[in-house]
């Protein structure tokens, strides 16, 4: 019930490129979807984040899609580059009433961006 | 603004040997998680404290593993024994009152031989 699927594992893109990541969950009571990135050595950093009261975020070149129904949302990264390569992982948390909430990440994919 | 930091970041110890995390959150950060990263993993919170209190710590293996935050703020994470299953990368996050962003550390490579 808390597990959060992430596919694919890893993922190649040539410079330009669309690159799309994507995320499953069961929990109905999760309603924040984080995207993390992560460059070796270094620990997650957030990306962009949507709550299913919206179908889409777009923040630069990063947009999320969200899929109520299906319980499923993706990351498109637009315009590839060769810094984008690094590890994204996408979570999720359910509603909480002032504490903070608890993160379920996925596993992650390892995008690497050929230049 | 410092963010997250924690030490040492690299660690290797023999097995049965004890082994300590530190980790200091971003000032007026009241929320501190430690998270296990496995190799080619995502994040798995072991604990998350709200200022010096422990709130959630369903995940952490009690019989060796032991975390406190005292005064609220610097948080320690110990193992004792260590076992060859616990070589991982070891996360600190914090994150502030009412928002959702956690902030990561660059985590504690520890191997256990």
């Known amino acids: 019930q808390q597990q959060v699927k992430q596919s694919p594992q890893s993922l190649i893109v040539q410079k330009g490129g669309i690159s799309i990541i994507n995320c499953a969950y069961e929990?109905?009571?999760?309603?924040?979807f984080p995207w993390y990135q992560q460059f070796p050595g270094k620990g997650p950093a957030l990306l962009i984040a949507?709550?299913?009261?919206?179908s889409e975020k777009k923040e630069g070149r990063f947009t999320i899609s969200f899929n109520k129904s299906a319980k499923q949302f993706s990351l498109h990264i637009m315009d590839s580059q060769p810094g984008d390569s690094a590890t994204y992982f996408c979570a999720a948390g359910p509603h909480s009433s002032g504490s903070a909430r608890q993160l379920t990440f996925g596993s992650g994919t390892q995008l690497t961006v050929l230049p | 603004e410092a963010g997250v930091v924690q030490s040492p970041r690299y660690k290797i110890i023999e097995k049965k040997q004890p082994v300590a995390f530190w980790c200091n959150p971003i000032?007026?950060?009241?929320?501190l998680y430690w998270y296990l990263q496995n190799l080619g993993q995502g994040p798995e919170l072991l604990i998350r404290?709200?200022?010096?209190?422990?709130?959630?710590d369903s995940q952490l293996p009690k019989d060796r593993f032991s975390a406190e935050r005292l005064k609220g703020v610097d948080s320690t994470l110990k193992i004792q024994p260590a076992e060859l299953g616990d070589s991982a990368v070891y996360l600190c996050?914090?994150?502030?009152?009412?928002?959702?962003?956690?902030?990561f550390g660059p985590g504690t490579r520890l191997t256990v031989l």
């Open positions: 929990n109905t009571a999760f309603d924040y």
């Open positions: 996050a914090s994150s502030a009152t009412g928002t959702d962003t956690q902030y």
């Open positions: 949507i709550r299913p009261d919206v």
């Open positions: 404290y709200e200022n010096e209190e422990a709130v959630d």
């Open positions: 000032s007026g950060h009241n929320t």
